[in-house]
């Protein structure tokens, strides 16, 4: 795989819902010149990313969860085309809405991963939690992990 997208995305004003965000700024900042790997850090989800999820073979998207578990779990899921949306941009824009509008609008469906952490914090202020801050160096490798297996061809998502 040669077509990588990373999407991160979060309420940077929101405490842990900007982990996201905040691990693909880390992740650009980290990697600032790889032709194999685009970045896009958004705090919403936005339609527009449709376009460049439909030129990628990968997207793995970063986001802050609030599922039940402790604070800074880390979690990784496939994501599929959520074939049940009322629109396909039906707001909030979710990774699952979002492939299933680039499968109906560009007839393309990459492969996708979604990798979150846990928050703790989804109060006003712009510092994550001590528990999410110290997750996000587990969540960058496990993204480096995934971008350098797919980029030598050796992709094969561990769930």
Same mark, same amino acid.
């Given at each position: +795989?040669?077509?990588?997208l990373?999407?991160?995305?979060?309420n940077?004003?929101?405490?842990d819902?900007g982990a996201?965000y905040?691990a693909a700024?880390?992740?650009?900042?980290?990697?600032?010149?790889?032709?194999?790997?685009?970045?896009?850090?958004?705090?919403?989800?936005k &339609?527009?990313?449709? #376009?460049a999820m439909a030129e990628?073979?990968l997207?793995i998207?970063?986001?802050?969860s609030?599922r039940q578990?402790e604070?800074?779990?880390?979690?990784q899921? #496939?994501v599929?085309?959520d074939?049940?949306?009322d629109?396909?941009?039906?707001q &909030?824009?979710?990774p699952a809405?979002a492939?299933?509008?680039?499968r109906?609008?560009?007839?393309h469906s990459?492969q996708a991963l979604?990798?979150?952490v846990?928050g703790?914090?989804?109060g006003?202020?712009?510092?994550?939690s &001590?528990?999410?801050?110290?997750?996000?160096? #587990? +969540?960058?490798e496990?993204l480096?992990?995934i971008?350098?297996?797919?980029?030598q061809g050796?992709?094969a998502p561990?769930v």
């Open positions: +795989m040669s077509r990588i990373v999407i991160g995305y979060g940077a004003h929101r405490s819902d996201g905040r700024l880390d992740y650009l900042n980290a990697n600032p010149a790889n032709g194999q790997v685009r970045v896009i850090a958004q705090e919403l989800l &339609p527009q990313v449709v #376009e990628s073979d997207v998207f970063l986001d802050a609030n578990g604070a800074g779990a880390l979690a899921q #496939e599929a085309a074939e049940q949306a629109g396909v941009f039906a &909030p824009l979710t809405r492939l299933q509008a680039c109906v609008v560009y007839r990459p979604l990798i979150s846990k703790e914090n989804y006003f202020g712009a510092q994550l &001590p528990a999410v801050e110290a997750a996000l160096p #587990e +969540m960058l496990r480096n992990a971008v350098t297996a797919a980029a050796n992709f561990a």
